[in-house]
C-alpha cells in the first residue's frame, strides 16, 4: 500500500513539474513514506523501505531514467525517510503526535536532517547517471527544499490521522472539523486561483491566516494538518501550470518556484505550530480540571474523614456515659422506692431505731454512689466538650500539653476494644504551647484508631505509650509508639501517601495519616517522622514548636516540636482509617 501511494505521489510530482526548467515545487511522496513510517512506528521499517525503492524504481523507469540510476534514487528516498524517522524516534518515542511545539520542531529538524543526507545522494546520482549540467549545489538544493516541503505537509497529516484512529474525536469536532477544511479549501480556491488588487499587495496566505488561526484553536492538529495540505496542493498547482496568483507570467519560474516554496513553508509552519499552541492549551486546561476535581473530592474526603473520626469519638464517649448514668438511674430509682417504703412505715406505726438506721445507711451509700457515677459522667462530658470545641474551633490558643492530651485521650478511652487501659501517657506538666488543639487532637486520635486498626489488627490487643519531652526553648518531641506487627519497608515509603492503605477490602480510605502529615506539617508547623519493622511496632516521631506558625497572640511561648510515634500497621503503618 506504502509502495502504491508513494508511486501515485512521485508521478504526481513528475507530472508537475514547471516548464522548460522541470523543477519541482515539492515532493510530497517523500512525505509519504517518512510520515507512515514515523506513524505507525519501526515495525513497518521494512515494508516502507522495500515499498519506497520499489516505487521509486517504476516511477523512474517510466520516465527517462536508467536502471541503476533509479535503483540508487530508490536508496536515498528510502534511506531519507528511515533516517527522518529514526530521528523522531529516538527523541520523541512512539506515539509521536504533533500536539506540542517542541514535536513540532523535531519534526521539521529530522526533516532537515534526513533530506539534507539524501540530497548528497541524489546530487551525485543526477551528476553520474545523468550528465546534469546544473552545479551540484544546486541541484541538491532543488532535492533538499522539494523534499523537506513534502515531508512538512505531508508527513503531518498521516501522523494525524493515525493518532486521530487510535484516540478518535468526538463526532461533534469531527464534523465541525471537516465542514472548516471544506470551507478553508474553498478559501484558499479563491485566494489562490483568482487574481486581485487585494491579493497583489496582501498575499493569499495573509487572507487564509484567520482561517487557518480559527481552524487550530477549534479542532485538533489533525485538521490544520489537513487545510496546509490543500492549500500546499493548491499553490503548486497554480505554480506548475500558472494559473492566478502563483501563476504570474511576468515572473520567471525560479522566482514562481520560490514564492511558492515559500508560501508552502509559511503555510505548513505556521498552521502545525499554532495547532500546537492551542493543543497545548486545551491539554493544560484538561489537566488543571481534573486536578481541580480531585482536589475537590480529596478535600471532601479529608472533610469526611475528619468527621468520621469526630463520630467515633462522639459513639465512644456514649457508650461510656450509658454506665455512670444508668447506675445513677438505677440508684435513683431504688432510693425512691426506700423513701416511699419508708414514709409507708412512719404512718403506720411507731419507727425503731434500727430501721431510721437502716435507712439513714441506705441513703449515705445511694447518695455516695451518685456522687461518684455522676461526677464520672461530668468528668467524660467535659473532656469531650472541650475536645469537641477545639476540633470544631480551628483558631489558636494556649494550651497545657499534658492536660490537652489526657482531655483527649479520655476522650478516646471509650472508643477503644477491651484493651484499651494499655493506652499510657507519660508528658511532663510545664509544657505550654501556643499553637492549635484541635489539630493536634485531629493527629493524637487518628493515631490511635490507625494503630488500634491496624497495628493491633490481629486483635490480641497491645501497648500503645504517647511520651513528649523538650529538645530546647523551643521545641517539644512527641512520641507515640506501640508493640503492634509493625510496617513492611516496601509500605514505609507510602504510608503518608493518601488514599494509600493496605486494608480497603476493610473499609480503610487510607486518608489516616495521610491527614496527620499535612496537620503535622501545615498547620503545627512542625515535622513527622516513622521508624517501624515487622514484629516490632512502629513510632511516629513529630517534632512541633512551641509557637504555631501564623499570627500569635499577645501572650507568646516558646516554640516546641513533637515527634509522635505511632505502631504496627496502625499509626504510622497503612495509611489507615
Given at each position: 500500500m506504502v509502495g502504491i501511494v508513494y508511486f501515485l505521489a512521485a508521478r504526481l510530482s513528475l507530472a508537475m513539474l514547471t516548464k522548460p526548467e522541470g523543477v519541482a515545487v515539492f515532493w510530497p511522496a517523500a512525505g509519504v513514506s517518512a510520515g507512515v513510517l514515523i506513524a505507525l512506528g519501526p515495525r513497518t521499517r521494512w515494508p516502507v523501505v522495500i515499498g519506497t525503492m520499489t516505487a521509486t524504481i517504476v516511477a523512474n523507469l517510466l520516465g527517462?531514467?536508467?536502471?541503476?540510476?533509479?535503483?540508487?534514487?530508490?536508496?536515498?528516498?528510502?534511506?531519507?525517510a528511515a533516517l527522518a524517522a529514526w530521528l523522531i524516534g529516538r527523541f520523541f518515542g512512539p506515539d509521536f503526535r504533533l500536539d506540542k511545539v517542541r514535536n513540532v520542531a523535531g519534526l521539521l529538524a529530522a526533516a532537515i536532517a534526513g533530506t539534507a543526507v539524501s540530497g548528497i545522494g541524489g546530487a551525485i546520482?543526477?551528476?553520474?547517471?545523468?550528465?546534469?549540467?546544473?552545479?551540484?549545489?544546486?541541484?541538491?538544493?532543488?532535492?533538499?527544499?522539494?523534499?523537506?516541503?513534502?515531508?512538512?505537509?505531508?508527513?503531518?497529516?498521516?501522523?494525524?490521522?493515525?493518532?486521530?484512529?487510535?484516540?478518535?474525536?468526538?463526532?461533534?469536532?469531527?464534523?465541525?472539523?471537516?465542514?472548516?477544511?471544506?470551507?478553508?479549501?474553498?478559501?484558499?480556491?479563491?485566494?489562490?486561483?483568482?487574481?486581485?488588487?487585494?491579493?497583489?499587495?496582501?498575499?493569499?496566505?495573509?487572507?487564509?491566516?484567520?482561517?487557518?488561526?480559527?481552524?487550530?484553536?477549534?479542532?485538533?492538529?489533525?485538521?490544520?494538518?489537513?487545510?496546509?495540505?490543500?492549500?500546499?496542493?493548491?499553490?503548486?498547482?497554480?505554480?506548475?501550470?500558472?494559473?492566478?496568483?502563483?501563476g504570474n507570467r511576468d515572473l520567471t519560474t525560479n522566482e514562481r518556484v520560490?514564492?511558492?516554496?515559500?508560501?508552502?513553508?509559511?503555510?505548513?509552519?505556521?498552521?502545525?505550530?499554532?495547532?500546537?499552541?492551542?493543543?497545548?492549551?486545551?491539554?493544560?486546561?484538561?489537566?488543571?480540571?481534573?486536578?481541580?476535581?480531585?482536589?475537590?473530592?480529596?478535600?471532601?474526603?479529608?472533610?469526611?474523614?475528619?468527621?468520621?473520626?469526630?463520630?467515633r469519638l462522639v459513639a465512644g464517649v456514649a457508650h461510656e456515659l450509658n454506665s455512670p448514668i444508668g447506675i445513677s438511674l438505677t440508684v435513683a430509682s431504688t432510693l425512691d422506692r426506700r423513701c416511699t417504703h419508708f414514709a409507708d412505715q412512719i404512718v403506720s406505726g411507731p419507727l425503731r431505731r434500727s430501721r431510721l438506721a437502716e435507712?439513714?445507711?441506705?441513703?449515705?451509700?445511694?447518695?455516695?454512689?451518685?456522687?461518684?457515677?455522676?461526677?464520672?459522667?461530668?468528668?467524660?462530658?467535659?473532656?469531650?466538650?472541650?475536645?469537641?470545641?477545639?476540633?470544631?474551633?480551628?483558631?489558636?490558643?494556649?494550651?497545657?500539653?499534658?492536660?490537652?492530651?489526657?482531655?483527649?485521650?479520655?476522650?478516646?478511652?471509650?472508643?477503644?476494644?477491651?484493651?484499651?487501659?494499655?493506652?499510657?501517657?507519660?508528658?511532663?506538666?510545664?509544657?505550654?504551647?501556643?499553637?492549635?488543639?484541635?489539630?493536634?487532637?485531629?493527629?493524637?486520635?487518628?493515631?490511635i484508631f490507625n494503630a488500634v486498626t491496624h497495628g493491633f489488627a490481629d486483635g490480641l490487643g497491645g501497648c500503645m505509650l504517647i511520651e513528649a519531652r523538650r529538645l530546647g526553648p523551643e521545641q517539644i518531641e512527641i512520641t507515640f509508639s506501640d508493640d503492634g506487627g509493625g510496617i513492611p519497608e516496601e509500605v514505609q515509603r507510602h504510608v503518608f501517601d493518601p488514599f494509600f492503605t493496605t486494608r480497603r477490602a476493610q473499609g480503610c480510605t487510607g486518608l489516616g495519616l495521610y491527614i496527620v502529615h499535612n496537620l503535622v506539617t501545615d498547620q503545627l508547623g512542625g515535622k513527622i517522622t516513622l521508624v517501624s519493622a515487622p514484629g516490632k511496632g512502629t513510632t511516629i516521631r513529630m517534632t512541633l514548636p512551641l509557637l504555631a506558625p501564623g499570627a500569635s497572640r499577645d501572650v507568646q511561648a516558646p516554640q516546641t516540636m513533637v515527634n509522635v510515634a505511632a505502631v504496627g500497621h496502625g499509626a504510622a503503618g497503612d495509611a489507615a482509617q
Amino acid at each position: 500500500m506504502v509502495g502504491i501511494v508513494y508511486f501515485l505521489a512521485a508521478r504526481l510530482s513528475l507530472a508537475m513539474l514547471t516548464k522548460p526548467e522541470g523543477v519541482a515545487v515539492f515532493w510530497p511522496a517523500a512525505g509519504v513514506s517518512a510520515g507512515v513510517l514515523i506513524a505507525l512506528g519501526p515495525r513497518t521499517r521494512w515494508p516502507v523501505v522495500i515499498g519506497t525503492m520499489t516505487a521509486t524504481i517504476v516511477a523512474n523507469l517510466l520516465g527517462d531514467r536508467n536502471f541503476w540510476g533509479a535503483v540508487l534514487f530508490g536508496v536515498c528516498n528510502a534511506g531519507e525517510a528511515a533516517l527522518a524517522a529514526w530521528l523522531i524516534g529516538r527523541f520523541f518515542g512512539p506515539d509521536f503526535r504533533l500536539d506540542k511545539v517542541r514535536n513540532v520542531a523535531g519534526l521539521l529538524a529530522a526533516a532537515i536532517a534526513g533530506t539534507a543526507v539524501s540530497g548528497i545522494g541524489g546530487a551525485i546520482v543526477f551528476k553520474l547517471f545523468h550528465s546534469a549540467t546544473a552545479p551540484m549545489l544546486t541541484t541538491w538544493y532543488q532535492w533538499f527544499a522539494s523534499d523537506a516541503l513534502g515531508i512538512i505537509t505531508v508527513a503531518p497529516l498521516l501522523i494525524e490521522l493515525a493518532s486521530a484512529a487510535r484516540d478518535r474525536p468526538p463526532l461533534s469536532e469531527l464534523v465541525e472539523g471537516i465542514a472548516a477544511v471544506a470551507a478553508l479549501a474553498l478559501a484558499s480556491a479563491l485566494a489562490i486561483f483568482l487574481r486581485s488588487e487585494l491579493l497583489a499587495n496582501v498575499g493569499p496566505v495573509a487572507v487564509l491566516f484567520a482561517p487557518l488561526l480559527w481552524l487550530a484553536a477549534r479542532c485538533r492538529p489533525a485538521f490544520a494538518a489537513a487545510a496546509a495540505f490543500i492549500i500546499s496542493l493548491s499553490i503548486v498547482w497554480t505554480t506548475t501550470f500558472g494559473i492566478g496568483y502563483f501563476g504570474n507570467r511576468d515572473l520567471t519560474t525560479n522566482e514562481r518556484v520560490l514564492a511558492a516554496q515559500i508560501s508552502i513553508l509559511l503555510v505548513t509552519i505556521g498552521a502545525s505550530v499554532v495547532a500546537a499552541l492551542f493543543a497545548e492549551i486545551r491539554d493544560k486546561r484538561k489537566v488543571a480540571e481534573a486536578a481541580l476535581h480531585a482536589s475537590e473530592a480529596q478535600r471532601y474526603l479529608i472533610e469526611t474523614e475528619k468527621l468520621a473520626a469526630l463520630g467515633r469519638l462522639v459513639a465512644g464517649v456514649a457508650h461510656e456515659l450509658n454506665s455512670p448514668i444508668g447506675i445513677s438511674l438505677t440508684v435513683a430509682s431504688t432510693l425512691d422506692r426506700r423513701c416511699t417504703h419508708f414514709a409507708d412505715q412512719i404512718v403506720s406505726g411507731p419507727l425503731r431505731r434500727s430501721r431510721l438506721a437502716e435507712f439513714t445507711d441506705g441513703c449515705r451509700d445511694a447518695a455516695n454512689q451518685l456522687v461518684a457515677n455522676l461526677q464520672r459522667a461530668g468528668e467524660l462530658i467535659q473532656s469531650f466538650k472541650q475536645v469537641a470545641t477545639d476540633r470544631s474551633d480551628a483558631d489558636r490558643r494556649l494550651f497545657d500539653l499534658k492536660l490537652a492530651t489526657e482531655q483527649i485521650v479520655a476522650s478516646i478511652r471509650p472508643g477503644l476494644p477491651k484493651y484499651r487501659d494499655s493506652l499510657s501517657l507519660a508528658l511532663p506538666s510545664d509544657i505550654i504551647l501556643d499553637s492549635y488543639p484541635g489539630a493536634y487532637g485531629q493527629v493524637l486520635t487518628n493515631l490511635i484508631f490507625n494503630a488500634v486498626t491496624h497495628g493491633f489488627a490481629d486483635g490480641l490487643g497491645g501497648c500503645m505509650l504517647i511520651e513528649a519531652r523538650r529538645l530546647g526553648p523551643e521545641q517539644i518531641e512527641i512520641t507515640f509508639s506501640d508493640d503492634g506487627g509493625g510496617i513492611p519497608e516496601e509500605v514505609q515509603r507510602h504510608v503518608f501517601d493518601p488514599f494509600f492503605t493496605t486494608r480497603r477490602a476493610q473499609g480503610c480510605t487510607g486518608l489516616g495519616l495521610y491527614i496527620v502529615h499535612n496537620l503535622v506539617t501545615d498547620q503545627l508547623g512542625g515535622k513527622i517522622t516513622l521508624v517501624s519493622a515487622p514484629g516490632k511496632g512502629t513510632t511516629i516521631r513529630m517534632t512541633l514548636p512551641l509557637l504555631a506558625p501564623g499570627a500569635s497572640r499577645d501572650v507568646q511561648a516558646p516554640q516546641t516540636m513533637v515527634n509522635v510515634a505511632a505502631v504496627g500497621h496502625g499509626a504510622a503503618g497503612d495509611a489507615a482509617q
